[in-house]
Nanobody, 115 residues
């Protein structure tokens, strides 16, 4: 499974961005997917997760009510809609997919939120 993120960039506080993660390869094996982020000097943390069918999602407390995770299995794509962005959301955002017990990662996309 290969994962490629896109959609990052520079945005002002209060703005919005939508991240995408395109999956390829053995996508039929993909189960849960998620978005993680890593800010400079900090550990990677879970931002949001979604089950295989998209019926269940979970979010970090820091993004609840602002971020929405979704997936389009027909397009093998995972999304993260980020609204009301804050400077503390600045990080490299990584896509994660679990398939056949193995965790796959993308290379990340940088999100920078200016104050």
């Amino acid at each position: 499974v290969q994962l490629v993120e896109s959609g990052g960039g520079l945005v002002q506080a209060g703005g919005s961005l939508r991240l995408s993660c395109a999956a390829s390869g053995s996508t039929f094996n993909i189960n849960a997917m998620g978005w993680y982020r890593q800010a400079p000097g900090k550990q990677r943390e879970l931002v949001a997760g979604i089950t295989s069918g998209g019926g269940s999602t979970n979010y970090a407390d820091s993004v609840k009510g602002r971020f929405t995770i979704s997936r389009d299995n027909a397009k093998n794509t995972l999304y993260l809609l980020m609204n009301r962005l804050k400077p503390e959301d600045t990080a490299v955002y990584y896509c994660n997919a679990e398939a056949s017990g193995i965790n796959y990662w993308g290379k990340g996309t940088l999100v920078t939120v200016s104050s």
